[in-house]
């Protein structure tokens, strides 16, 4: 039997390597708490390897989403200083598996917030909101997971970037989303599609993330993928843009 901290060393050593696995399950009979325990533990021999926790990716809050992958449940995982992107920067293909991005909503957190909270809660407790993206690659061959598996792998979350902060004193529960490649419209979405508005991803994260004491000041958080997620291909540029609140963009080098 390949124990928890087993599991995680593997996913660790995919994400490390950008060398696909094949899916847990197919082998061990994981559930979800196991599933976070090799999350957990996965992550904390990138904390060891020098890596900050700055915050959390929720996913699959879109039926977008959940379309696209199979699974119809709320995941979360954790976002370090080594997986964020500069802004207008560009990402190293051959870092990733087979990367996809996806437009994002992000939250800067300026007080705690964990457990049952309301959206009124959740929203005071956030310094700003920006248009985001997201890079998943799932570890597993062909982007296939059941449930457990993808919470496994960080909830797919491999990178992200993040354009500039705006008030979030400001109506963002249905704001226009283009992504476009290379100039050309991908994608075409609205925030409300986030759990019929981006705010109840946050309340989601407070109380999924309870358990590690909650959400912190500082901290960043995704909401989850408007739309579908996009695969990226060499030489793109990625441009997301949020009615409102701008673009932000990234190109993909070698
Ligand atoms: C799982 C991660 C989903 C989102 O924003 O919904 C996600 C996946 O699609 O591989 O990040
Ligand atoms: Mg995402």
């Given amino acids: 039997m390949t124990s928890l901290a087993e599991f995680a060393q593997i996913v660790d050593e995919a994400a490390r390597t950008a060398a696909a696995i094949p899916q847990f399950t197919e082998s061990a009979p994981l559930d979800v708490e196991e599933a976070y325990a090799i999350q957990a533990l996965s992550m904390e021999r990138r904390f060891a390897r020098g890596e900050r926790l700055i915050g959390v990716k929720m996913g699959l809050t879109s039926r977008a989403k959940m379309i ?16 964020r992107l500069e802004e207008g920067g560009s990402l190293s293909k051959a870092r990733y598996v087979h990367p996809r991005i996806e437009p994002e909503l992000a939250f800067l957190m300026k007080r705690d917030l964990s457990g049952v909270v309301t959206a009124a809660e959740a929203l005071s407790a956030v310094e700003a909101i920006a248009p985001a993206m997201e890079i998943i690659d799932s570890r597993y061959r062909d982007f296939k997971f059941a449930l457990p598996d993808v919470i496994a792998d960080n909830s797919s979350s491999s990178g992200f970037v993040v354009g500039n902060w705006a008030r979030p004193d400001q109506d963002f529960s249905n704001l226009g989303i283009v992504v476009e490649v290379d100039g050309r419209p991908v994608q075409i979405g609205s925030t409300a599609a986030i759990l019929g508005h981006p705010i109840r991803s946050l309340v989601a994260a407070a109380r999924a993330t309870a358990g590690i004491g909650g959400l912190k000041p500082g901290w960043i958080v995704l909401a989850g993928g408007a739309t579908a997620a996009h695969p990226l291909k060499l030489g793109q540029n990625v441009r997301t843009t949020i009615q409102n609140l701008g673009p932000v963009s990234i190109s993909v080098a070698e």
């Fill in 68 to 83: 696209q992958v199979g699974v119809d449940e709320v995941i979360w995982g954790r976002l370090t200083d080594a997986m």
